[in-house]
């Protein structure tokens, strides 16, 4: 069992759709990443949390620490938001050890 | 501002050539790090640099080695090439090792 893992794998929506983007870990973490890939292959950091909710424009993130989970929601979708979501915990452990999921293709449909 | 600069963005290697992946950030950061991305699978640490004149192994060093040259730079090596190093290559950089990382474009090389 992989210590991140994502859900679904694979995501279609309509432009307008509300999003979410599941993250589940079994390992102690200092904080959670949610990162962006796009096809071009540049990935940028979109949250670091460690507690609660965070937003940024139509992006949400939450997390609970006491269920090892996490979130992403985008609120009406676009296009240009399809890529990769991937969401990476740095251990507890080690701060030193980050452990990346195997990320989430969306796809968002005009 | 360029953030982080990876040279170069493709390339292909014959078994056994060598080549170095040059890594800049123009941050002031002091953490710096190379991944490796390959289909399937989350990426994974190659080596990390905490701070100048500091490196130590990640997840999957084997083959591989780095250099910190400043604070500026950080190269990874291949010495000898193989087929199973076939991978799209990120660097990244962080303030310090708990803050938010900044990646580069990666490196697409292919070993034949």
């Known amino acids: 069992k992989n210590e991140v893992e994502q859900s679904p794998q694979n995501l279609t929506a309509q432009e307008g759709e509300f999003i979410t983007i599941n993250c589940s870990y079994s390992?102690?973490?200092?904080?959670l990443h949610w990162l962006q890939q796009h096809p071009g292959g540049g990935i940028v950091s979109l949250f670091m949390l460690s507690s609660g909710k965070k937003k940024h424009g139509r992006l949400i993130a939450t997390i609970n620490i006491q269920e090892k989970h996490s979130s992403l929601h985008i609120t009406a979708s676009h296009p240009r938001d399809s890529a990769v979501y991937i969401c990476?915990?740095?251990?507890?452990?080690?701060?030193?050890?980050?452990?990346f999921g195997p990320g989430t293709s969306l796809s968002v449909i005009p | 501002n360029a953030g982080v600069t990876q040279t170069p963005k493709f390339q292909v290697l014959k078994t056994g050539q060598s080549m170095t992946l040059q890594c800049a950030q123009d941050m002031n950061h002091n953490s710096m790090y190379w991944y490796r991305q390959d289909p399937g699978m989350g990426l994974r640490l190659i080596y990390y640099s905490a701070s100048e004149g500091t490196t130590d192994k990640g997840e999957v060093p084997n083959g591989y080695n780095v250099s910190r040259l400043n604070k500026r730079e950080f190269s990874l090596r291949l010495e000898s090439a193989a087929p199973s190093q076939t991978s799209v290559y990120f660097c990244a950089s962080s303030e310090n090792r708990v803050t938010e990382a900044f990646f580069g474009q990666g490196t697409r090389l292919t070993v034949v």
């Open positions: 390992v102690g973490i200092s904080a």
């Open positions: 990476a915990v740095r251990s507890r452990a080690s701060y030193d050890k980050v452990i």
